[in-house]
């Protein structure tokens, strides 16, 4: 029998970055350039920043502010008690494309990805790499060679899983007492690394593009398939153990709600700028799953 899916919000462009807290979904609309939250059913939706240079990845510091991801100018923003936005860190003398998604750890250590190259534009595919900006607002590049670093989980262990969408992989590093990332390793691999110079081409060679994703109770993750309209649940090792597709592209998910079994999915048709900046078809959907959330975020 099929999972039901179920809409719990609609009419945005296109949705990243969902996060549960304070019993509320928050998640991030590219080119609406706003952060939004409502109850698990969809209700009471709530405008929480506006972030006119495109948010993505959000956290949460340990005193409760947010962190926000701003791609397009390369900073991380601080969400204050009061509503507003302040620079947090400066990631532009690090980053060579878009930032993306994020994770922040319960020191408020944010780790954050980047594009690596122009996506939208059409570049050829290059390597990118994780940043670590610290609570002072320190920025250290602690990865690179990834292929198009992408949703990123922490495990109660310690743990930093992060998905290449574009290496058919997800890689694993132990995030040591500076914050460092060492013991770097395959945790997941869906096939060979892609080659080629055309990103179409490329995608055409991918198994699983993991892109936002999440961790459960089991050790298992929770990936959004951005090339195959598919969330996967996958083991250590690339099993993988449950598979959920839609009729529409889904490019993140979360678990949360009152027992942090319900996985939200940010769905829509495509990843593609120039047509989600002129519709509103992306959509944030949920489903049940059997086993609840655990680490970060």
Known sequence: MGRQITTVATGFH????????????????????RVYSCLEDGGD???????????????????????????????LLRREGDGSLV????????????????????????????????????????PGRLMRADPDGTVTTVAGDLRFPNG????????????????????????????????????????PVPTGDDILEALGQIAVAPDG???????????ADAAHARVVRVREGGEIVDEIGL???????????????????????DFL?????QAKEGSLL???VDSPRAGLP
Request: hydrophobic share 40%; net charge negative.
């Open 152 to 191: 990123m989980v922490i495990t109660p262990e310690g743990t930093l899983l992060v998905g290449e969408s574009f290496g058919n992989r997800i890689t694993a590093f132990d995030i040591g007492a500076d914050g460092a990332l060492i013991n770097r390793r395959v945790w997941a691999q869906f096939g």
């Open 247 to 269: 009729d529409t592209g889904v490019f993140a998910c979360m678990l949360g709600g009152a027992d942090g079994r319900t996985l939200f999915l940010c769905a829509a048709p």
């Open 273 to 277: 700028e120039h047509n989600r900046v």
């Open 213 to 223: 994703a999440c961790l459960d109770a089991d050790g298992a993750m929770w990936v």
């Open 87 to 126: 620079s947090h860190a400066d990631l532009s003398g690090h980053a060579r494309g878009h930032l993306n998604d994020m994770v922040v750890d319960d020191r408020g250590r944010a780790f954050v990805g980047e594009f690596g190259f122009d996506l939208m534009g059409g570049a050829p595919p290059e």
């Open 14 to 33: 296109f949705l990243e970055g969902p996060r549960w807290r304070d019993d509320r979904i928050w998640f991030s609309d590219f080119y609406g350039h």
């Open 45 to 75: 939706l709530r405008i929480e920043a506006q972030v006119p240079q495109q948010p993505s990845g959000t956290g949460r510091l340990p005193d409760g502010r947010t962190l926000i991801v701003s791609m397009r100018d390369r900073l």
């Open 286 to 288: 949920s489903v049940r």
